[in-house]
């Protein structure tokens, strides 16, 4: 049935036609933990990384795109790694995380136009090393809504949204306890995780102490140093590639009218679409496109800066109705091994790294070579999405690698 | 005393916004209302996004609200605020508005009472240099 369905399936061109060739990371860091390697040195590893495992030269790369204030822009790398020509840059707008799977996106976009052959998507952040996400800030836009009452930061803004969830669900703060204790379970079985030899329990999670009700501290997003970027590539050039490549199903940009900056802005997004991660009209394009349903995607990287989140995506994407994350979560479904939607196989973002979410591709990469940590037996499609709390949002459906 | 501890952040509007903060000044709480189809929207923007008119009114409004969301903060991010904690933010639903919110305070309510439905009522707040639009869930506090 689903094999039918990927092959008859409303394709767009590009998604049919597109893979990702490579993946590459350097070893990711608590905040500070990186010594006298310097964020663009770790970036410069982790575009090296990715080449090498493609088994493309850096020479062939002629493209770059990353996401959300990445610090370093296509043409100072492309000066500093000495490659030959740039015929494609591009930065989705931003949205934070929401940018990462569109950069993905942008990437196979370019590639299937014909623009260039090899793109790098990459993103650093070295919050050791720049300032912190969990600290305050002036944004550019929004701030002045919000900071004079003391809304902050990214976890405050979005316990906004998930307080109006409970109200309306009755969602419980106990829920979010079988989002992050499961990742962090995952992440016992990834040595590149940060939290990797850290358990948690239920209990631990429960009496931790409250950074902004109802998140606690194991709710809420790793602060840490390091750098990812992955090979965006065609199809047939993926073939001669040293792993082949990871077939791009689908990648999608949206946002529902009248969101604006949601919960980064001043919370005036439409009453139906506030107790959500704005990604109902991107779960249409993105499912539209790849002629596959909910149920059809066999292992999930859900973009979890905030345990809440991830409830509220398991919604808007149309993996349970409206109201029904938290019991869904609940019943272990997000667990490797027994659940109905394994998710966050190497620990996500609460738990793995917090690379603005290109960890959570690179690992939906790694599990549709079959090379996960914490693999999904006969995992065909992998869903990974992008942002929560901020403007547009973008998702991608990685297909199980193919080779020549 | 302000709700806030002085060294908070002030508001710093752009261009668009500067009329809600002039009309904060005279303590008058004022939304931006297409002249056209009458709608009220918040933020300030440049067009109606109902009927795309460029006509703007800014129409004050009582204050009456309820309460549409909330969190309270147990960890500042802030250096100002580290001995402010726990305090509230309220996200209220001003009445009379189609639904515009203000992001905001209670400033009357232990954190453990607030809730999601209080009526909530216009209480200035005196910040240097000028006036914030907070709440009470007392009549009786916001008259005086």
């Known amino acids: ?404 | 005393m302000p709700y806030l501890p002085e060294g908070a952040p002030l508001p710093d509007p752009g261009p668009d916004e500067i009329p809600f903060f002039e009309a904060c000044a005279r303590r008058e709480l004022r939304l931006q209302r297409c002249a056209d189809c009458g709608r009220f929207r918040h933020p300030p923007s440049p067009r109606c996004p109902e009927c795309r008119s460029a006509r703007i009114e800014w129409e004050q409004i009582s204050g009456e609200g309820e309460v549409f969301s909330y969190t309270i903060v147990h960890h500042a991010v802030h250096k100002a605020l580290k001995g402010t904690t726990p305090y509230n933010v309220v996200l209220v639903a001003l009445d009379g508005t189609n639904g515009a919110r203000l992001v905001s305070n209670l400033v009357d309510t232990p954190y453990q009472d607030v809730h999601v439905g209080q009526r909530v009522s216009l209480f200035w707040d005196e910040v240097p240099g000028g006036w914030l639009p907070r709440f009470t869930r007392s009549k009786a506090v916001a008259a005086t």
Not at chain 1, 4 to 17: I, M, P, T, Y
Not at chain 1, 118 to 126: A, G, P, W
Not at chain 1, 239 to 244: E, I, L, P, S, Y
Request: proline content about 4%; overall charge neutral.
């Open chain 1, 1 to 404: 049935m689903r094999q039918e369905r990927l092959k008859s399936g409303d394709v767009a061109a590009f998604a049919g036609a597109t893979c990702i060739a490579g993946v590459g990371e350097t070893r990711i860091t608590s905040r500070g933990g990186q010594g006298d390697r310097t964020e663009f040195d770790l970036l410069c590893e982790a575009i090296q990384r990715a080449a090498d495992d493609a088994g493309i030269p850096l020479d062939e790369i002629d493209g770059f795109v990353s996401f959300g204030a990445e610090r370093h822009e296509p043409a100072v790398v492309q000066a500093t790694l000495g490659i030959p020509v740039l015929r494609f840059s591009n930065l989705v707008w931003g949205a934070g995380g929401g940018g990462c799977p569109g950069s993905v996106m942008n990437a196979a976009l370019a590639v299937h136009a014909g623009i260039c052959r090899n793109v790098v998507v990459y993103r650093s952040l070295c919050q050791g090393q720049y300032h912190r996400y969990g600290q305050y800030r002036q944004r550019a836009d929004g701030d002045t809504w919000m900071s004079p009452y003391g809304l902050m930061s990214p976890a405050q803004f979005f316990a906004m949204s998930f307080r109006r969830h409970m109200h309306l669900y009755g969602t419980r703060a106990e829920h979010l306890s079988h989002v992050a204790v499961p990742f962090r379970e995952h992440a016992q079985r990834n040595p590149r995780a940060v939290q990797y030899g850290k358990p948690l329990t239920i209990e631990q999670h429960r009496t931790a102490r409250m950074i902004t009700d109802p998140f606690r501290l194991f709710d809420c997003c790793l602060e840490t140093d390091g750098a990812g970027a992955v090979i965006v590539t065609s199809r047939s050039r993926a073939r001669d590639t040293r792993h082949g490549g990871v077939p791009i199903l689908a990648a999608a940009q949206a946002s529902n009218k009248g969101w604006g900056l949601g919960p980064t802005g001043s919370h005036n997004m439409p009453e139906a679409d506030y107790a959500t991660i704005n990604s109902r009209e991107l779960a249409k394009a993105l499912f539209g496109m790849s002629g596959l349903k909910p149920s059809d995607i066999d292992v999930a990287q859900i973009y979890d800066a905030f345990s809440g989140i991830v409830i509220l995506a398991l919604e808007d994407f149309g993996f349970v109705g409206r109201g029904e994350g938290g019991p869904f979560v609940a019943e272990g479904n997000l667990r490797w091994g027994t659940g109905a939607l394994p998710t966050n196989t190497s620990g996500g973002l609460l738990s793995e790294g917090y690379l603005h979410g290109l960890n959570l591709i690179i690992e939906g990469v790694r599990q549709m070579r079959g090379e996960s940590t914490t693999q999904v037996d006969d995992a065909q499609t992998c869903f990974v999405n992008g942002g929560g709390a901020a403007a547009h949002k973008s998702a991608v459906i990685l297909g199980r690698k193919e080779t020549a």
